[in-house]
């Protein structure tokens, strides 16, 4: 397993898209499901899904960031879960055991009540295959992760679509 991808950003680089303008104040809640889960993708979830898909964590935290911070729709627990799997995955690749492993963690959690679908996405399937990398770190523990295959890393798919 490599510590590096070439998709990832330097160790220490710094945000600079949203340090000039302060997130909105939302109310936290519980994450529930949306009334908007039957709407199609949005095009900036769709980007952030592909960049997730061809392993470019980084660059899809960053997308859908820029989608969740403004929405104040539960969508935004849909958008954060996606994006916490893929952060768990960018610390998996860097070698980073506790972070892949509360990564993922909570990105399932975000994840739950958009289960199974929602914006036409297999949520239950992307929780699915992020609970078997989980399950599969949580027995290698941080001294064994290099163990494990870090090619079978979860995709996120669109209902219907293998």
Not at 47 to 72: K, M, S, V
Not at 112 to 127: E, M, N, Y
Request: charged share 25%; aromatic share 6%; glycine share 8%.
């Amino acid at each position: 397993m490599t510590r590096e991808h070439a998709a990832d950003p330097p160790h220490d680089a710094r945000r600079t898209t949203h340090d000039s303008v302060p997130p909105p104040i939302i109310k936290k809640a519980p994450p529930r499901r949306s009334a908007r889960c039957d709407e199609p993708p949005p095009a900036g979830l769709l980007a952030g899904i592909a960049q997730f898909n061809a392993g470019e964590y980084w660059a899809c935290h960053e997308t859908l960031e820029d989608l969740w911070r403004p929405e104040p729709d539960h969508i935004r627990y849909l958008y954060q879960g996606i994006l916490q799997i893929g952060v768990g995955c960018y610390h998996l690749r860097r070698g980073n055991w506790r972070g892949a492993v509360n990564k993922l963690r909570s990105g399932i959690a975000y994840l739950a009540p958009s289960a199974p679908a929602c914006l036409g996405l297999d949520v239950a399937r992307l929780r699915d295959e992020a609970g078997v990398v989980l399950a599969a770190l949580d027995v290698l523990g941080p001294a064994r992760l290099a163990e494990y295959d870090a090619t079978r890393l979860p995709t996120v798919h669109h209902v219907g679509k293998c």
